[in-house]
């Protein structure tokens, strides 16, 4: 099975376009988790977490940051969250990875082989070396960052470059690099930038987008719809759906977060 058949049956199973980000921030636990050792205590949420928004949720999205984090526990911690993820739901490993050679190959190999991850972001800077790597590995997808969500994206995204801005350069570079290669070529494109990818989708109808931004950064779902026209794409919620509650009933406000993002969020739309 190829990503895109790997994407239409999770969406399928859920009739949802929703992916929750799962960065645990030690700081927004849960009451009922505070004090107790921190590996124990993220990885008590997540699990919860996950269990939770499950029926609503196309994928999950680990923040590798959050984890790497927590010192020599974040891996274990980590290597289990990912483990006990229900079956038939994606994992999507969000590191922006970004190297060459061996080194990109070697982030390759930890995120797919070794994590399990289905897809990963990958930061394009250092060109197309940095994205091949991830693409040698079949049914997996390596979602470029191209228009991302941020405040501050325009300053390098947006230039202007013999015409062209150069995040439609760098979708058309990852999405050239993928043609090939037995692995998917996807592009992030933030919910906050609707016209971009608007713009994106139509140059790059059957690409599959990575879109954050929906929630807490002021994304809408309604609009993100509309501007995707139809394409494939998982739309990403982490601190709206997360922090929904810090008492004792924060995997059911995840629930019920989750399950109100997922119905804004239809498959098919």
Known sequence: ????????????????????????????????????????????????????????????????????????????????????????????????????????????????????????????????????????????????????SNPSAADLQQLVIDGEPFYRRVARMAVEAGREAPGTAGLVVGATRPSLLAELREAHPETPFLVPGVGAQGGEAAAVLAANAGGPMLVNASRSVLYASDGADFADAAARAAQALAAALPYPD
Do not use: W
Request: proline share 8%; charged share 20%.
């Open 1 to 148: 099975m190829t990503f895109l058949d790997h994407l239409h049956a999770a969406q399928s199973a859920t009739g949802s376009r929703l992916c929750v980000g799962l960065d645990p921030d030690p700081e927004r636990l849960p009451a009922p988790l505070r004090g107790r050792p921190l590996p124990e205590a993220v990885l008590s949420f997540c699990v919860a977490i996950t269990e939770a928004t499950a029926p609503y949720t196309a994928a999950f999205k680990p923040n590798l940051a959050f984890f790497e984090a927590l010192g020599p526990d974040g891996a274990d911690v980590l290597a289990e969250v990912v483990g006990r993820i229900p079956e038939g739901r994606l994992v999507v490993a969000d590191g922006k990875r970004g190297d060459i050679g061996n080194t990109a190959a070697r982030y390759a190999t930890a995120l797919y082989d070794r994590l399990g991850a289905d897809a990963a972001t990958v930061a394009p800077y250092m060109g197309r070396d940095a994205l091949l790597p991830f693409l040698q590995h079949e049914g997996r997808c390596a979602f470029v960052l191209a228009a991302t």
